[in-house]
């Protein structure tokens, strides 16, 4: 998360990439906001998302449940005019799946679910 928060405070492509997995679809979608915070030249003021608490749900550690907030996001251009944004969100449940990959954990997918929706 803490790259996630680094990447949209100084947007910089190739960063999150080597991280995960073609079968997350929230990181592929995460890396898309990046490549376009750099087209436009623009980036977040802050963090996004800040994190309660997180704890492995499996013996083997591929299963990360995570607890956190989404934080008030503005994007600004270089001269710090307002182009965007997004509204914060608390309590929301991150299920991130891990797997092995040459020694290393990559993320697989991610699932996000909040007051008892999922998506």
Known sequence: M????????????GVLEPLALPTCKSCA???????????GKTHYTGDSFKIRDAA????DHSLVQISGDVLKV????SAGRIRGGYPPASGVQFVVFLAPWSGLWRVSEIKVEQAGSQS
């Open 74 to 77: 503005v994007e600004t251009d």
């Open 2 to 13: 803490q790259q996630i928060n680094e990447t949209g405070k100084h947007p910089k492509v």
């Open 29 to 39: 979608n995460y890396s898309m906001t990046v490549s376009l915070l750099v087209k």
């Open 56 to 59: 492995f749900q499996s013996s």
